[in-house]
Every structure is written in C-alpha cells, then in structure tokens.
C-alpha cells in the first residue's frame, strides 16, 4: 500500500466536500451531553464443526462545555474446533479541547494487542490538531494531524519503541436520523524508520430497525509495512489483517 494513499483520500474528501462547510449552523442542536453505543456481534456453531466467534465495540462520549472525552473498547476472538484463530483487542482514551469553531486540540492514549499479528502489548500516547471541516447536519468531516510516542511489546520477544507522526481523516455522512455512512483511515509513520509505518482504516454502514437499534456492518484494515516476525521469530507475518463484521448496534 503506497505510504501517499491515506493523504490522497483525505486530500479528495476535504477538496470534494469543503465548499459546504459555509452551511448554516444556528439551526443545528448541540450534540447530547451524553452518547453511549455497544455494536455485539456472536456467531456459535456445533455439530461436524466447532467454530466460536465473538465481537465487541464499546464507545462511550461525554461533552462538557468546550471539552469533549471519549472512551473506546474494541475485541475480535474466535475459535475453530476448540483451537484459538483469532484475538484482537484494542482500547482508547481520548480529549478534545474546542479552541475555535472549527479547530480543537486532542490528547490520547492506545491500546492494542494482536495475538496472531505477533504483537503482545503496544501502548501509544499521542498530542495533535483537528480541524473540523464539516460541522453540519449532513456531513462531520475532521482532519487531524499529531505526534506519538509508542511502546511495543512484540510475541518473539522483542520491544519497539519509537516516536511516530499520525495524519488521519474522519468522514460520517448521515443518511436519515439513524442511518449513516462512516469512513476513517489513519497514518501513523515511525520516525526512526522511513519503510516502518502503519495505515487503519474503517468503513461502516448503519442502519436503524427501532429507535436506539440498529444493524451495523463495518470493514476494517489494519496494515503494518513492517510487521513483526512470528511467535519463534523465524519469518514475518502478513502486513495487514482484514475484518469484516455485522451485528447490532444499541445506543443509549
């Protein structure tokens, strides 16, 4: 994956959709002080087969005056014949500082662990800029651009850690009051090693079948130019890992 793709899709999204950022904003109510959405998805089956697969998506958001926290939660786990296939999980925690209309400042902090991407723990705190493209009833469209310290744990025994620049892009475009269309892709390049850098991206499409539910199915990819190696150390594994999953979202 060339390293000036995330770039480029930012580049087209801001340059396709800006001239609406002029749209009125009077009519627009404040966001809810409040937002707490779980996307569950559990697939079990028996018989000539035993397969077990799980997926959990936490987000919960708390707005307070010009301050916005956020706290996510994310796992993927399977298994295959009583055998483990899969096991990913991730977390964060982030704020947000409103410093004009359309620009704030963030801090956060990461956690991911990849069993079969070879990564045991890997820990990253991060400072950076958004500027708010879109703020409308239609389209929220953020661009953002940071800095971060890693810490990584890898599974063959050994550590990373290293400083890295993060360029990301955000884009939900809302359909009806509760059916939406979400893309994201970030850009996370070390800065110790030009070939050592990272792109996550997600498409998610939502649709509602009552008031706080809705069936939700989302594509992402997680891409490693530099990926570690395996559990013995003795070759690299896959660059990126693929998802795709469906389930229902309640929101609250």
């Known amino acids: ?3 000036s793709r995330p770039f480029f899709v930012a580049f087209i999204v801001v340059l ?3 001239p609406g950022t002029a749209l009125a904003q009077d009519d627009k109510p404040p966001p809810p002080p409040s937002e707490f959405t779980t996307d569950l998805g559990f697939v079990s089956i028996t018989g ?3 397969t077990l697969t799980f997926a959990l998506d936490e987000k919960y958001i708390r707005r307070m005056s010009k301050w916005e926290f956020r706290q996510e939660l994310g796992a993927v786990y399977g298994e ?3 055998e ?3 096991n990913l999980w991730r977390a964060a925690l982030r704020a947000d500082y409103i410093l004009a209309e359309y620009v704030a400042l963030y801090g956060r902090g990461t956690y991911d662990q990849n069993k079969f991407g070879g990564i045991d723990s ?5 400072l950076g800029v958004v500027w708010r493209a879109l703020t409308d009833d239609v389209n929220q469209l953020n661009v953002e651009g940071g800095f971060e310290l890693v810490q990584q744990d890898n599974l063959d025994g050994t550590s990373d850690n290293f400083s890295a620049l993060r360029f990301a892009s955000t884009w939900k475009h809302v359909f009806s009051e509760k059916a939406y269309f979400y893309q994201e892709v970030e850009y ?3 800065l110790d090693i030009s ?3 990272r792109v996550n991206s997600e498409t998610t499409l939502g649709a509602p079948i009552s008031e706080r539910i809705a069936i939700k199915a989302s594509y992402k990819v997680r891409f490693d130019n530099l990926p570690s190696l395996n559990a013995t150390g003795t070759a690299p594994l896959q660059k990126s890992d693929r998802i795709f999953s469906t389930g229902i979202q309640v929101t609250f």
Request: no cysteine; charged share 25%; proline share 8%.
């Open 84 to 86: 483990e296939t899969s």
């Open 195 to 197: 070939e050592d850098y």
């Open 188 to 190: 996370l390049p070390s």
């Open 80 to 82: 295959t014949d009583g």
């Open 16 to 18: 396709v959709t800006s």
């Open 1 to 3: 994956m060339p390293a």
């Open 48 to 50: 000539n087969t035993s």
């Open 122 to 126: 890997r820990f990253g705190e991060g």
